[in-house]
């Protein structure tokens, strides 16, 4: 079980290796191109674009063909993406492939908790749908290494980039070693093949599990809309989870922070200090691993939703005084704490919580509405933030973008105090408690 949800978070990886490498690439990109800060962001942004419509149309492949199936058509994607951005020079092919990266990620983020959620053991669950998050975050890591690696090397940006095919295609090669998720096999009148699967991955009641997962597909009407009144809780629940994920503004950060650091004066250290934020990140997503199944996802919330806050409202005082003189150190360990916060917390629940509280007759749509709602502000944050983090000197229009984030993971305290505890709870269970 441990390998299957390995190599199927290894979609993770390519997910967090995309959506960070770029941070290295993107100064000599705008340069190359000659981009005004508008279509500078538009470019940065494109990939995201293409990760809402990813989302959004995954639906019915992974329905349809299967989760395994459409996890190898994803690997497949993101070697194409990383191949052509890298090998043809002109901004619209640039764009062209950057997208299809974003179709590969969206789609990406969709299958693969999925997958993983549906395979695993209700006990250990938690861990192994995180460690599709843990994943994303060893991907920014290796993102911000290898850029710095290949930092200064002729047409660096462009090796950066297409570096991305290595494990892409690594990807696609092992998931011709695991099986297909055992409640789609069962969907599909496949019980036989669910119950094997289901004894290999260590489940004490194979049995019991298929003719659980038999019954709630009878209740189930796996075409009927999502947006229904019985829905109303699962749906608000990942709206929320996916809009107070990016409203704290993680991502902005992963995708900028070699510009951010350089603008408060890190100059040539500014990638090593993007790598120590990553690797930030992914110690303490290392610990809300652990703590996600100890602890449960509420509590790992309201934790991370004051150390954010605290950590937010320390990097919105610096931008807002104007001058970062001297405040360098202050402002990466305000980052770092931020993120440390975030990683066990929004970031270790989002996935692990829109994979729990679908039914499995919709738990595909539910999760590209997550997904959608997740990229959809992403998207939106990566195209604006060069408007407020820029090199002019004035530093206060920052202050706001930052405050603003603050507030959100506020907000997110208020979520956590409504949301219902899942963990240790089969899949099966939690449908009964949300579904009315």
């Known amino acids: 079980m441990f390998y299957i949800a390995f190599v199927a978070s290894l979609g993770g990886l390519l997910f967090g290796f995309d959506t960070a490498v770029i941070s290295g690439a993107e100064e000599a990109i705008q340069q190359i191109y000659g981009l005004s800060g508008f279509w500078h962001g538009f470019t940065m942004a494109v990939a995201l674009i293409g990760t809402c419509i990813g989302a959004l149309c995954s639906t019915r492949p992974v329905e349809k063909f299967g989760r395994l199936l459409s996890l190898k058509t994803i690997a497949l994607m993101y070697i194409v993406s990383a191949l052509g951005c890298s090998l043809i020079l002109n901004w619209y092919s640039f764009l062209f492939f950057r997208f299809i990266g974003g179709l ?221 003189s001297g405040s360098g150190l202050v402002l990466l360990i305000s980052l770092m704490g931020f993120i440390a916060s975030f990683a066990i917390s929004l970031g270790a629940v989002i996935w692990v919580l829109i994979a729990e509280v679908f039914p499995t007759g919709v738990r595909a749509k539910g999760q590209v509405l997550g997904s959608m709602t997740h990229w959809i502000w992403c998207s939106a944050l990566t195209w604006i933030f060069p408007v407020f983090v820029n090199e002019s000197g004035n530093f206060r229009d920052a202050s706001y973008i930052f405050g603003f984030y603050a507030l959100a993971v506020a907000g997110s305290f208020i979520f956590a105090w409504k949301l219902p505890e899942t963990k240790g709870k089969t899949l099966e269970q939690i449908q009964k408690e949300l579904v009315k």
């Open 104 to 324: 590969a990620v969206g789609a990406s983020s969709v299958a693969g908790p999925m997958y993983i959620a549906e395979i695993s053991p209700s006990n250990w669950r938690g861990r192994f749908v995180a460690f599709f998050q843990f994943n994303i975050v060893l991907g920014i890591v290796l993102a911000y290494v290898s850029n710095y690696l290949i930092k200064g090397v002729d047409n660096d940006w462009q090796w950066m980039i297409g570096v991305m095919a290595v494990p892409s295609t690594l990807f696609a090669v092992l998931l011709y070693s695991i099986p297909e998720s055992p409640r789609w096999l069962i969907k599909q009148g496949r019980e036989q093949d669910a119950y094997r699967i289901f004894e290999a991955t260590g489940e004490p009641d194979a049995s019991g599990e298929v003719a659980n997962i038999r019954a709630s597909l009878t209740a189930d009407v796996s075409n009927e809309p999502l947006f229904r009144r019985k829905y109303m809780k699962p749906v608000l629940f990942a709206f929320l989870i996916a809009t107070f994920n990016q409203l704290s503004g993680i991502n902005t950060i992963n995708y900028y922070a070699p510009r951010i650091f350089e603008i408060a004066g890190f100059g040539e250290d500014k990638m090593l200090n993007a790598i120590l934020i990553g690797v930030t990140n992914l110690v303490f997503t290392m610990l809300g691993m652990v703590l996600i199944d100890l602890l449960g996802r509420k509590k790992l919330i309201y934790i991370g939703a004051v150390c954010m806050f605290v950590s937010l409202a320390s990097v919105t005082r610096l931008f807002w005084l104007n001058d970062l």
